[in-house]
């Protein structure tokens, strides 16, 4: 997923606000892995998803026509926002704990270096 940015988390918040409260979570999630998937995309491709966008999350929400940005006094709005932010951290969780097991499985390069034993990889 590209780069986070206070716009994305509104746009997503607000396509939050045009599903009941207990789907947040797991609308808010889906919207970050098409992001993600979008993103991957991009790399390979050269160019934007023809459904989820350019790998941003507001691409991937903006896809789906969100509402109008509500009032920050509704307390609704400051849910959606909030199961936005808990799905961003959950998200980011994940991904440190899934690279810290790929690097105890693999061992760290610095570990590896030693183990090869060319003169190419002496210099």
């Not at 009941?20 to 979570?25: L, T």
Request: proline letters at 4%.
């Amino acid at each position: 997923m590209r780069a986070l940015t206070h716009s994305d988390m509104v746009a997503a918040a607000r396509v939050l606000m045009g599903f009941a409260e207990a789907d947040h979570g797991a609308v808010a999630r889906r919207l970050i892995a098409e992001a993600r998937w979008a993103d991957s995309w991009r790399k390979r491709n050269g160019r934007a998803h023809p459904l989820w966008g350019d790998g941003s999350l507001m691409a991937a929400a903006l896809l789906r026509r969100p509402g109008p940005e509500p009032s920050m006094n509704d307390a609704r709005w400051l849910g959606c926002l909030a199961a936005v932010l808990e799905a961003l951290i959950d998200d980011r969780r994940q991904r440190a704990e899934a690279q810290e097991t790929q690097v105890a499985a693999a061992g760290s390069i610095s570990n590896r270096r030693g183990a090869i034993s060319s003169p190419q990889s002496q210099q």
